[in-house]
Each structure stands twice: as structure tokens, then as C-alpha cells.
């Protein structure tokens, strides 16, 4: 039995250990933001965060996240309230198909919480990982730069709090 801690949630599974987080979450959890793609790691658009970190969780086993927390895009916010990230791929309109976006914003929310205000290389760098065959990228970049901005409004609002 393995222990999985998603959004918050605890889950219990006898999965086999070396069953795939994709699976498990979009089988048991019905958490279908992460999208099986290529179940090779080269697209992104099963990425989710593990420690805040982004991770495929199509090649990720279940047995290497156990006492870890595993952030999906159903994590960030809700379609009624979208988180910062979320709402400002919807505010750029960065989909088009929007099969790899879960995967961009997953890798955008990390990245933002490393650093709220990242370059373009870092954007560039940190998105590199996932795919968009549509060719919405400069509208993703776009998006993320305006999470950005919404990031670095929390972070000097906090600060004023804590004065």
C-alpha cells in the first residue's frame, strides 16, 4: 500500500509500485489535467509537481512519491476561481488546442515560485520541457509574464503585511 498526498488530499493505493502517477491519478483520483501524451516525457503535457517541483508524471512511479506532496493543475484553482498562473493563460487566451497546457502551467507556476520575476531566458528555459504543436508560444510566454506581475503583487503585498 502507498500513500500518495495530492492537493492537499491523501489517497491510499495498491497500485503496483512502479504503476505510473498518470495513471493513478486520472484512473483513481479522476484528476484529468495532466494529459497522456507521448508516456515518453518528451511533451510535457503530463507534467505535475512533486515538492513543488515539475516532474512527468507519466514516467514517474508511484513508488517514488510517497511522503511527497504531488501538485496538479486541479491544485492551482478551480474553473470558478482560477489561481494567478491559470487566469493568466486564460486572460492571454494561450490555448489553442490545450493539450499542452496543463504541462506549461504546471512548469510556469514552479518557476514563479522560485523566482516571481523571471527573465525571458528563464521563461524559455523553464517551459522547454513541454510541447505546443499549435504554435502558441508567444501568446504562453505572454501568459506567463503576466502571472508574473500577479506573483510580484502578492510578494510586495505580503511584504507591506509583515512591516
Same mark, same amino acid.
Given at each position: 500500500?502507498?500513500?500518495l498526498r495530492?492537493?492537499?488530499?491523501?489517497?491510499?493505493?495498491?497500485?503496483?509500485?512502479?504503476?505510473?502517477?498518470?495513471?493513478?491519478?486520472?484512473?483513481?483520483?479522476?484528476?484529468?489535467?495532466?494529459?497522456?501524451?507521448?508516456?515518453?516525457?518528451?511533451?510535457?503535457?503530463?507534467?505535475?509537481?512533486?515538492?513543488?517541483?515539475?516532474?512527468?508524471?507519466?514516467?514517474? $512511479?508511484?513508488?517514488?512519491?510517497?511522503?511527497?506532496?504531488?501538485?496538479?493543475?486541479?491544485?492551482?484553482?478551480?474553473?470558478?476561481?482560477?489561481?494567478?498562473?491559470?487566469?493568466?493563460?486564460?486572460?492571454?487566451?494561450?490555448?489553442?488546442?490545450?493539450?499542452?497546457? $496543463?504541462?506549461?502551467?504546471?512548469?510556469?507556476?514552479?518557476?514563479?515560485?522560485?523566482?516571481?520575476?523571471?527573465?525571458?531566458?528563464?521563461?524559455?528555459?523553464?517551459?522547454?520541457?513541454?510541447?505546443?504543436?499549435?504554435?502558441?508560444?508567444?501568446?504562453?510566454?505572454?501568459?506567463?509574464?503576466?502571472?508574473s506581475e500577479g506573483?510580484?503583487?502578492?510578494?510586495?503585498?505580503?511584504?507591506?503585511?509583515?512591516?
Amino acid at each position: 500500500m502507498i500513500t500518495l498526498r495530492v492537493n492537499g488530499s491523501t489517497l491510499e493505493t495498491d497500485s503496483d509500485p512502479e504503476t505510473p502517477l498518470l495513471y493513478v491519478l486520472r484512473n483513481d483520483m479522476e484528476l484529468n489535467g495532466a494529459k497522456f501524451g507521448c508516456g515518453l516525457g518528451q511533451c510535457g503535457s503530463c507534467t505535475v509537481l512533486a515538492d513543488n517541483m515539475p516532474i512527468f508524471s507519466c514516467l514517474t $512511479p508511484i513508488a517514488m512519491l510517497a511522503d511527497r506532496d504531488v501538485t496538479t493543475l486541479e491544485g492551482l484553482g478551480s474553473i470558478d476561481a482560477p489561481g494567478p498562473v491559470q487566469r493568466a493563460f486564460i486572460e492571454e487566451q494561450a490555448a489553442q488546442c490545450g493539450y499542452c497546457i $496543463p504541462g506549461m502551467i504546471m512548469r510556469a507556476h514552479a518557476l514563479l515560485m522560485k523566482n516571481s520575476a523571471p527573465d525571458e531566458a528563464a521563461i524559455r528555459d523553464a517551459l522547454e520541457p513541454s510541447l505546443c504543436r499549435c504554435g502558441t508560444h508567444m501568446r504562453i510566454l505572454r501568459a506567463v509574464r503576466r502571472a508574473s506581475e500577479g506573483f510580484q503583487e502578492q510578494t510586495s503585498a505580503a511584504r507591506e503585511r509583515n512591516r
